[in-house]
């Protein structure tokens, strides 16, 4: 698996204190995609597990084989979906830290 992160950035150099305060908004931005991309790549491995190997008998076109192979995808995908959004529902919620990373950028803070 690749992960790719486009990050936001400054169209115009700014004044030093607004530097001060992107660079560390954007450090935070960058640990929280980060740990996206550690959520999806436990994903990728629990799913590699969950499909080695599997073989069902009598499936002359393998077509029992896909059906179980995309119901086990799926079930890890819910759950590692649920790990994403309930990281997402921690870090946005009112007081968190990508609230408070948003409130330090804008001087709220």
């Known amino acids: 698996m690749e992960l790719t992160y ?7 150099p700014p004044k030093p204190e607004l530097e001060r305060r992107w660079r560390r908004f954007l450090a ?3 640990a929280h995609e980060h740990h996206h991309g550690r959520i999806a790549e436990a994903m990728m ?9 599997l073989k069902l008998a009598d499936n002359w076109f393998c077509t029992a084989t ?9 079930a890890v995908y819910a759950q590692y979906e ?3 959004n309930a990281f997402d529902a921690r870090e946005h919620r009112d007081g968190g830290r990508v ?5 330090a950028l804008v001087g709220t803070n």
């Open 6 to 12: 486009t990050f936001p950035r400054l169209a115009s």
């Open 28 to 30: 935070g931005v960058h």
């Open 45 to 53: 491995r629990a799913t590699a597990k969950s499909i080695a190997g």
């Open 66 to 74: 896909h059906r179980e192979a995309r119901r086990r995808i799926d």
């Open 82 to 84: 649920a790990r994403q």
């Open 99 to 103: 609230d408070r990373l948003v409130n």
